[in-house]
């Protein structure tokens, strides 16, 4: 090659070079504005905490390449339990959110979105495992109510129970010595409600209340009469 070669060759390569840095940092290259690349993610956002029913689960953003300052923001999905399909909960826009009884049994995932000065691009965390429903559970001994004495209707009274929805209720009612430490249940009093007869006069009653729900079930007793 002769000079004459080497110098366009030389020209050639300078050219490519200033279009290629122009091109990094959004200069114009021949009168024209190259645009700048956007946030580009090198590693996918992910999500930490249980997944349960009422537990806090934490979106981290990921690692992206990009102009600083960038900013993050989120958008919480709901999948079917599988990971697929997903769907935004809306007002679920925050780092950390709160798994709600609507989330049992499907799976989440979180979109960022990060932004700088030039644009804007998204990436999809892996999904979360199906969220798990959360077993009834009551703080102390419920309650009967009523008047002790023979034909008057006593009733237990559920009280507040924390656990998965719908919760339903059974009962069982029982005839206690006096002491309440021998007690038996009472055929058929399977009602919230029951009706004291003569026979357990002098005697102390008490009803055992199940809570069942998605999560599973739960036995309190109440306390003697």
């Given at each position: 090659m002769g000079r004459?070669?080497?110098?366009?060759?030389?020209?050639?390569?300078?050219?490519?070079?200033?279009?290629?840095?122009?091109?990094?940092?959004?200069?114009?290259?021949?009168?024209?504005?190259?645009?700048?690349?956007?946030?580009?993610?090198?590693?996918p956002p992910a999500i930490t905490g249980t997944a349960?029913?009422?537990?806090?689960?934490?979106?981290?953003a990921g690692t992206w390449n990009g102009q600083k300052p960038t900013t993050y923001a989120y958008q919480w999905t709901r999948c079917d339990g599988f990971g697929n399909e997903c769907q935004d909960i809306p007002s679920a826009t925050r780092r950390v959110y709160k798994a709600a009884s609507k989330d049992v049994g499907?799976?989440?995932?979180?979109?960022?979105?990060?932004?700088?000065?030039?644009?804007?691009?998204?990436?999809?965390?892996?999904?979360?495992?199906?969220i798990d429903a959360v077993a009834p559970k009551r703080k102390g001994a419920a309650k009967i109510t009523g008047v002790?004495?023979?034909?008057?209707?006593?009733?237990?009274?559920?009280?507040?129970?924390?656990?998965?929805?719908?919760?339903?209720?059974?009962?069982?009612?029982?005839a206690c010595d006096t002491s309440a430490g021998d007690c038996s249940s009472i055929a058929g009093a399977t009602g919230a409600s029951y009706q004291i007869v003569s026979s357990?006069?002098?005697?102390?009653?008490?009803?055992?209340?199940?809570?069942?729900?998605p999560g599973g079930s739960a036995t309190v007793t109440s306390r003697p009469t």
């Open positions: 004459e070669g080497l110098l366009r060759a030389s020209r050639w390569l300078v050219a490519v070079a200033t279009a290629v840095l122009a091109g990094a940092w959004g200069l114009p290259v021949g009168g024209v504005a190259v645009a700048a690349a956007a946030p580009l993610n090198t590693a349960k029913d009422g537990q806090k689960l934490r979106a981290s499907h799976a989440l995932r979180v979109l960022v979105t990060a932004s700088d000065a030039t644009g804007s691009s998204s990436e999809t965390s892996a999904p979360t495992n199906a002790l004495e023979d034909g008057q209707t006593l009733t237990a009274v559920t009280g507040t129970w924390k656990g998965t929805p719908p919760l339903s209720f059974g009962y069982q009612w029982e357990q006069v002098a005697g102390r009653l008490r009803a055992l209340i199940t809570a069942t729900g």
